[in-house]
């Protein structure tokens, strides 16, 4: 959601920054709803005080059938069909203005670059070694020490297509990046841990950004509760209409949780393996702050998930997203792309972003400086730390050997009971 007030003060940086997006120019048709809006208020008010003045008339009048009083009755009557007139005018506007504002996508931060379409996007850095195979890597699902646990047939049968079987090292393998993930962040990026709901109400949805402009992406139940695309939404809205104080932030998040996504608008990309499935988990990172962090607090929340891929020693590449190819919430964004040997590319693993008062605003999220300060809207802030799917993907192809075994990452060996490697049969060895 945007500031009205800021709209109106400064129309032409509104327009500029939607004209950065490739987005039209709004602003206008902002300002013309809004003055309707307070035009109609202020009459319903002009009118609601004169009709409070003229009932206490005729409720002083001490002749019920005084003639005068009879025509402040009618007056009344009359008042009381223009006052419900105004308020159904009034609330239509304002349904209106409101829409137009859902609709409508984040202001950019300055340092945003200018671009069209992700080969704008620009590359920040580079972290670790491309290794160079004695043969042709494979992709993940084609890897003897995998292929036969990461099974897309019976997922099909059971589900449909875009479902994916693991089983047993592969599933191993998944969860113990999940478990890697997840107390890296608490014990060394100091994240507060939460397991959080999977089905949000529509509430929820708007709240973060995902309605109205993502509804054929998202699955709804027939209850009107939503299957999450991201624990972002469970977890950006636990501070719904709460006032914190400043010295309680910020307040960083994590959650590890499945997630939907029907993909409605990804016809024919990446069919073949678990690059873009329906159902999948991410281990989730949120943070609230004051505003004037949300820049520290993007670094900060990159080197979380960065720390992640240097300790899986998995090369990755960091981009900072231009204003052609920036999600519709954010304010600036920073990828992380992971390379795939098995399809010679890097392929993103992460997305963090600054979400400013966008978010809050919607879900009424604010903050006092002292306690008789007037209540600021916080900044939000999300990002994965990592897509655990995309991640096993990366262990998997990073670390295939000539044998079709595929060697465990240090890191992960507590978690998958010491073992060293998967061997070209599937097993622990």
């Known amino acids: 959601m945007h500031d009205i007030k800021l709209i109106r003060k400064s129309p032409e940086i509104f327009d500029k920054s939607l004209e950065k997006r490739g987005e039209s120019s709004r602003s206008e048709e902002i300002i013309s709803l809004d003055a309707q809006r307070r035009h109609h208020i202020t009459q319903l008010e002009n009118l609601l005080t004169k009709r409070k003045v003229l009932s206490k008339e005729v409720g002083s009048s001490s002749n019920y059938k005084d003639k005068a009083a009879n025509k402040i009755r009618e007056d009344i009557k009359s008042m009381k069909k223009e006052i419900a007139q105004l308020e159904a005018t009034l609330k239509d506007i304002e349904n209106d203005l409101e829409n137009l504002l859902l609709s409508i996508p984040n202001m950019l ?6 671009g069209t379409n992700e080969s704008d996007n620009v590359e920040v850095s580079r972290w670790g070694e491309i290794k160079s195979f004695p043969f042709e890597p494979k992709e993940h699902f084609e890897v003897d020490a995998t292929k036969n646990d990461i099974n897309f047939e019976a997922a099909a049968t059971v589900a449909g297509s875009r479902f994916v079987f693991l089983s047993k090292s592969v599933a191993l393998l998944h969860r113990a990046l999940t478990q890697y993930m997840l107390n890296t962040n608490i014990i060394e990026n100091e994240l507060m841990e939460f397991w959080a709901p999977v089905l949000v109400n529509e509430q929820s949805m708007f709240g973060t950004g995902q309605l109205p402009k993502f509804r054929e992406d998202s699955y709804q139940t027939n209850d009107g509760l939503w299957l999450i695309p991201t624990a972002e939404v469970p977890l950006t809205n636990i501070g719904k209409n709460r006032i914190y ?5 910020p307040i960083r998040m994590t959650a590890a949780t499945q997630c939907f996504r029907s993909e409605a608008g990804s016809a024919g990309k990446d069919t073949t393996g678990m690059i ?3 159902q999948f988990e991410k ?3 949120v943070t609230y702050c004051i505003p004037e962090f949300e820049k520290f607090e993007l670094e900060r929340m990159t080197k979380c998930a960065e720390k992640i891929l240097k300790n899986l020693l998995i090369p990755f590449r960091k981009i900072l997203l231009c204003s052609g190819d920036i999600g519709f919430g954010s304010k600036k964004t920073y990828d992380l792309e992971v390379w795939l040997p098995g399809q010679n590319r890097f392929r993103e693993i992460s997305s963090c972003s600054i979400c400013g008062d966008f978010q809050s605003r919607r879900i009424n999220i604010r903050y006092k400086d002292a306690r008789d300060s007037k209540p600021q809207f916080i900044s939000t802030l999300n990002g994965s730390g990592l897509a655990v799917g995309r991640c096993l993907i990366a262990v998997i192809e990073n670390n295939q ?8 990452p240090n890191v992960l060996k507590p978690y998958m009971f010491g073992c060293e490697k998967i061997d070209s049969k599937g097993n622990l060895i």
């Open 109 to 114: 931060s300055d340092d945003v670059p200018f």
């Open 245 to 249: 104080t400043s010295e309680e932030l």
């Open 276 to 278: 873009r499935q329906h």
């Open 283 to 285: 281990v989730e990172m």
């Open 401 to 408: 050997q000539q044998d079709g075994s595929v060697v465990i």
